[in-house]
């Protein structure tokens, strides 16, 4: 399995970054929580449900984009914008099971390890918010909790951690490793979702449906069948 290190670079859109210790803390504290009380390794928060309504948000992150318009300045150096996160804001947290975490799941918050915390823009699909009809995912078995799983835990910023998830996959709560499960035998048997919303979902660009498909194959076998090899998303 490749280290992070050796991977190839990985970049979205945007680029993000918490504006204090305080904001993320509290991002984190709230991430946490809900990841718990919902049984979702992958949890996804608005921005307004942690931090308060509207202008509350300000001051807690910012995102940084190159220019479309002028993408390099007189000088030549990349041209930057940054925006303040507000009501477009969402707060994403990938977790896993601590080692030795029962058979039950975990349970309280020793049990589970942060792999990483981060605050992105809302894209054209709110994973929060969608309707799993409209990535045709409404089939029995699967929840919000695994487009939670495909927006975060498989997004661009996080993608490259999957090694870290793997190892303690085995000790998450039995329903949520079903979800998963059949959520990604669903999108492989029947190919629901576009390389276009899969992108929107996820800012992990697939050349095509085929290579979609043979990832989302690939990360079936790594999670449940043992395949040794990490699948690696594009670039």
């Not at 660009?205 to 690939?218: C, H, M």
Request: overall charge negative.
């Amino acid at each position: 399995m490749p280290l992070r290190d050796e991977l190839p670079p990985r970049t979205g859109p945007w680029a993000s970054r918490f504006d204090s210790e305080e904001s993320l803390v509290q991002a984190e504290d709230a991430l946490r929580a809900t990841a718990l009380a919902t049984r979702d390794l992958s949890p996804i928060l608005p921005f307004e449900a942690v931090y308060g309504p509207f202008l509350n948000c300000a001051g807690k992150a910012t995102a940084f984009a190159i220019d479309p318009q002028e993408p390099y300045g007189p000088d030549g150096e990349i041209n930057y914008v940054r925006a303040d996160f507000l009501t477009l804001g969402l707060l994403y947290g990938v977790y896993r099971p601590a080692a030795g975490t029962g058979p039950a799941g975990p349970v309280e918050e020793d049990d589970l390890w942060n792999t990483t915390v981060y605050p992105y823009p809302g894209g054209r699909i709110d994973p929060t918010k969608v309707d799993l009809a409209e990535l045709g995912l409404d089939v029995p078995g699967v929840d919000r909790r695994f487009v939670h799983f495909c927006a975060g835990a498989l997004g661009v910023e996080a993608v490259d951690d999957l090694g870290e998830l793997r190892e303690t996959f085995d000790a998450a709560w039995p329903d949520y490793r079903e979800v998963i499960r059949a959520g990604l035998l669903h999108l492989v048997r029947n190919r629901p979702l576009t390389v276009g919303q899969w992108y929107a979902l996820t800012y992990v660009p697939f050349p095509d449906e085929r290579e979609l498909t043979a990832y989302l194959g690939q990360l079936y076998a790594y999670l449940f069948d043992g395949f040794d090899a990490m699948p690696l998303a594009p670039a």
